[in-house]
Nanobody, 126 residues
Framework: QVQLVESGGGLVQAGGSLRLSCAAS????????MGWFRQAPGKEREFVAR????????AYADAVKGRFTITRDNAKNTVHLQMSNLKPEDTAVYYC???????????????????WGQGTQVTVSS
């Protein structure tokens, strides 16, 4: 079982950048694809990005494509989300999670993923 702790959130002006980190415990980290999701107040949790076990394959939500980059370091059990050109609509709590590979759900569906941690707050001011 993998436990996850997100960090790196904060308050930033529109157009700025932040780098989120997700530290994982457990020796099976490299066997999971990993995803980042976000949830804004009053809205459903939404897919942001996903990276394959090896890090070769990535996927992004249209809203963040070209601005966000997901990477991972299996030697350090970490996943990062580099966010650039941030917009006020990016304001949300950001969560990382393990992709359990449940075939009945697409990679964009939060039900495919494991236990949700506390997340890290990102606030973008206009």
């Amino acid at each position: 079982q993998v436990q996850l702790v997100e960090s790196g959130g904060g308050l930033v002006q529109a157009g700025g950048s932040l780098r989120l980190s997700c530290a994982a415990s457990g020796r099976t980290f490299s066997s999971y694809a990993m995803g980042w999701f976000r949830q804004a107040p009053g809205k459903e949790r939404e897919f942001v990005a996903r990276i394959s076990q090896s890090g070769i394959s990535t996927a992004y939500a249209d809203a963040v494509k070209g601005r966000f980059t997901i990477t991972r370091d299996n030697a350090k059990n970490t996943v990062h989300l580099q966010m650039s050109n941030l917009k006020p609509e990016d304001t949300a709590v950001y969560y990382c999670n393990t992709d359990r590979g449940l075939g009945q759900y697409t990679i964009y569906d939060p039900r495919r993923y494991g236990y949700w941690g506390q997340g890290t707050q990102v606030t973008v001011s206009s």
